[in-house]
Structures are given as C-alpha cells and as structure tokens.
T-cell receptor, first 116, second 113 residues
C-alpha cells in the first residue's frame, strides 16, 4: 500500500505555456500533500504544503501566482506551472501524508519538466 | 527552523561491506526521522523510519539508530549489494500538524561489485 502516482512523468513545453502536473494517492486518503522541486545532485526543496479543501501554504521565495496548487480531493493535488520559462525546468516531486499516520510521507515518482 | 546535516556526501564501499550514514539535527522538538532512497530519475522511497521513543530499529539489512541526547541518527546497511547504490536522504519532522520534513543534503552511495 501507500502508492503515490504522478502524471505526466515527463513533459517538454515551449516558453510561455502552462503545464499541469497531477499527484494522486492511489490506495489511501491524503489530507496533506507536499510539492518539492529538485535540481541535479541536490536535495529536495519544499515548494508548498497543500491541505485538502484549503489554500496551499507556500515556502518563502516561491511565487504562488506562478506555481498554482489545487488540492480538490483527498486523493488528488495538482501543480500548475504558469507561463513557464527555461529556469522552471526541473524535477518536480509530490508526496502525500496519510490521514491516519500523520508523520509518514510517501513520494511520487516525479515529473521531469523541460521548458524550451 | 530545523537544520539537518548529513555526512558523508559520497560513500564508496565494496560489495558485502557495511555502510553507515550519519545525520544530526538541531531542533530538540523533532520526533520522527525517516530515511529515503532515491535512484536516478525516480522519486524518493521510504526505506526505514524511527520515532523518538525508540533508540534502534532494524529491517533485514537496514537499521537506524537514534541518540536524542546528542541529536543524531544513523543509517546502517549491512552486506551491501550493487543494487543498494543510490542517493540516501535523512529527514526530521518537528511533529507539527503540518508534518513538514527537513531533509539532509543526501549521500551518494556506490557499492562496487
């Protein structure tokens, strides 16, 4: 159990377009989902915390108007990169925390975004 | 906030040897310490975790020890295999309702056959 999926696994887009990434908890309900960004050979950088039914909490320095997060249900959160630019190219990873086990986070497989 | 330090940044061992990765944390309120394994191009996978009311936990070839007084915890992998090669991240959770994890910088483990 505790499987988290992401879609798409990779995406290439032109500069100026918007890209939506989905994160789903497949076999459990997730009251909280987290979005991370990871650069090559670096650690995970938390972008925002998403609670079902409420607005996301963004980390300092993360533009909330550029990285739109929606957590509409207990199994789905989406991250939309608006007006993407080459510097937004990165590996985006979500994680989900089970409602019943508050500490444990399970990660998705990640989405590789390349902006041309 | 919490600060997690992880050492070493790279570790090379011969197959069959043991590997140890160490982490320290700064916030005495942290009470949950997971370890993740990340293979190239994939998301992190939880391999073991420990809570502050336990000093040691073992799962087959993997073990984690926690010293709350010294604020450090370690990952021990015995009888290493080439498939253990990956980046390992330690993390700490302050136990708040938000559940945010603070990560170390990672250790690239290479196991040579």
């Amino acid at each position: 159990g505790a499987v988290v999926s992401q879609h798409p696994s990779w995406v290439i887009c032109k500069s100026g377009t918007s890209v939506k990434i989905e994160c789903r908890s497949l076999d459990f309900q997730a009251t909280t989902m987290f979005w991370y960004r990871q650069f090559p050979k670096q650690s995970l950088m938390l972008m925002a915390t998403s609670n079902e039914g409420s607005k996301a909490t963004y980390e300092q320095g993360v533009e909330k108007d550029k990285f739109l997060i929606n957590h509409a249900s207990l199994t789905l959160s989406t991250l939309t990169v608006t007006s993407a630019h080459p510097e937004d190219s990165s590996f985006y990873i979500c994680s989900a925390r089970r409602a019943s086990l508050e500490d444990t986070q399970y990660f998705g497989p990640g989405t590789r975004l390349t902006v041309l | 906030g919490e600060n997690v330090e992880q050492h070493p940044s790279t570790l090379s061992v011969q197959e069959g040897d043991s590997a140890v990765i160490k982490c320290t944390y700064s916030d005495s309120a942290s009470n949950y310490f997971p370890w993740y394994k990340q293979e190239l191009g994939k998301g992190p996978q939880l391999i073991i975790d420990i809570r502050s009311n336990v000093g040691e936990k073992k799962d087959q070839r993997i073990a984690v020890t926690l010293n709350k007084t010294a604020k450090h915890f370690s990952l021990h992998i015995t009888e290493t295999q080439p498939e253990d090669s990956a980046v390992y991240f330690c993390a700490a959770n302050r136990g708040s309702t938000l559940g945010r994890l603070y990560f170390g910088r990672g250790t690239q483990l290479t196991v040579w056959p």
